[in-house]
């Protein structure tokens, strides 16, 4: 089992910023990506960005110019740097570890985005 623990969140008023952490615990061997979701009241969880073990990343075109995926595989932590925060990236956000045959979740962290 892998444990995932979101930190980060908050309240922050349009065109300011956040980090969202995810640091994994337990049998954390064979991880081969990580992303971040959100979902929104009444909306689907949508993915947000995603980063491969070597590095590689992605990003959803909403999202593409403002926030940033990137991880410390020795400390087995993502991050999303989220900058120009607008009040439609108000969303609970979730962090994801993937690897063959199971993924994992975090509990979510609650971003604001609010003047």
């Known amino acids: 089992q892998v444990q995932l623990v979101e930190s980060g969140g908050g309240l922050v008023q349009p065109g300011g910023s956040l980090r969202l952490s995810c640091a994994a615990s337990?049998?954390?061997?064979?991880?081969?990506?990580m992303g971040w979701y959100r979902q929104a009241p009444g909306k689907q969880r949508e993915l947000v960005a995603t980063?491969?073990?070597?590095?590689?990343?992605s990003c959803a075109e909403s999202v593409k110019g403002r926030f940033t995926i990137s991880r410390d595989n020795a400390k087995n932590t993502v991050y999303l740097q989220m900058d120009s925060l607008k009040p439609e990236d108000t969303a609970v956000y979730y962090c994801?570890?993937?690897?063959?045959?199971?993924?994992?979740w975090g509990q979510g962290t609650q971003v604001t985005v609010s003047s």
């Open positions: 337990g049998s954390i061997f064979g991880i081969r990506a």
């Open positions: 994801q570890f993937i690897r063959y045959g199971a993924d994992y």
């Open positions: 980063i491969t073990i070597g590095g590689t990343t």
